[in-house]
């Protein structure tokens, strides 16, 4: 999970929904008149999602801050991206208890793609996004995973005695919403719970092709949290007992070669959420009203 090398270089699925989402929503982020937008990303991992797809949206005077709970991942961005103008990156675990005083209350904005899917508790993370954005309002766009199979292949692979003592706080690792029977509407309630006034949550059942058996196994490589818990010499014996279950989930499609290809279906949701009614009054709403759910 913090191999920031290799999750800048396998990161396919993750850049893949960024940019369509962000295509989508770029219109409806309501950036300032003065164009000196305050933007932190939450989750941003080694940087290239945020710098390739979020940073070009931003007005040329604005300020950017990436985040990451692993000081290994900010400290690779920082490095990889020193020379960017107005952007800075810095630890920052969503799901604490107290915001840093710096960052309370200083943004207009709040993006974040396939992060919060990690954090248990989903609510005080969506309260300390709450609290991130200005008191007189902001908007915040949020995509993370509610369920995938690979949650599944965890659970299985814990049950295995060669990974089970690696694996005992598994559950840690799955998204909350992943056995939620109505993730959309579970997650619409947490967002009215923690303030905010206007928002629009969908589920959306996608597919991604992993391109052979690598592939699949570098992908994993780059997130498992497990895999760092292990010698490094049975991170391979590891990987083939994964995809070993990821067959037999019949995931596969094509003959079994080192070029077959693995399915993963998988919901994932994503939301738009506006902080405050003046801040949503006061502007141009790019959204059908029927889109939105608020409360009063």
């Known amino acids: 999970m913090n191999q920031a090398s290799l999750y800048q270089h396998a990161n396919q699925v993750q850049r893949h929904d960024a940019k369509l989402i962000l295509d989508e929503f770029a219109s409806t982020l309501q950036w300032r008149s003065d164009g000196e937008d305050a933007l932190l ?37 920082s490095k990889h991206y020193q020379w960017e103008e107005r952007t800075r990156f810095q630890v920052l675990d969503i799901g604490c208890e107290e915001l840093p005083e710096e960052l309370s209350g200083k943004f207009d904005h709040v993006t974040s793609f396939y992060c919060l899917h990690w954090v248990q508790n989903l609510k005080g993370a969506l309260g300390n996004i709450y609290n991130l954005l200005k008191p007189e309002g902001g908007d915040c766009l949020l995509a993370f995973l ?6 599944e292949v965890y659970k299985l692979l814990k049950m295995n005695e060669k990974w ?3 694996m005992q706080d598994v559950d840690q690792f799955i998204s909350p919403l992943h056995y939620s029977t109505n993730p959309g509407e579970e997650f619409s309630q947490l967002l009215n719970k923690v303030g905010f006034i206007q928002h629009n949550v969908e589920i959306r059942n996608e597919v991604f092709v992993y391109e052979g058996v690598r592939t699949l196994k570098d992908n994993v490589k780059a997130i498992c949290p497990f895999l760092e818990r292990m010698p490094a010499t049975l991170h391979e014996d590891f990987l083939d007992d994964f995809v070993d279950i990821v067959k037999s ?48």
């Open 164 to 166: 089970s003592a690696y």
């Open 146 to 151: 509610a369920s995938n199979p690979v949650y």
């Open 249 to 296: 989930m019949n995931l596969q499609q094509g003959e079994d070669n080192p070029q077959q290809k693995f399915l993963s279906p998988y919901k994932l949701v994503v939301a738009y959420a506006r902080k405050s009614p003046e801040f949503a009054n006061n502007i141009l709403l790019e959204l059908p009203p029927e889109n939105f759910k608020g409360i009063n």
């Open 41 to 77: 990303d939450v989750g941003s991992g080694s940087g290239n999602v945020l710098m390739d797809f979020v940073r070009p949206l931003l007005p040329i005077r604005g300020q950017l801050v990436g985040t990451d709970i692993s000081s290994q991942m900010v400290g690779y961005a």
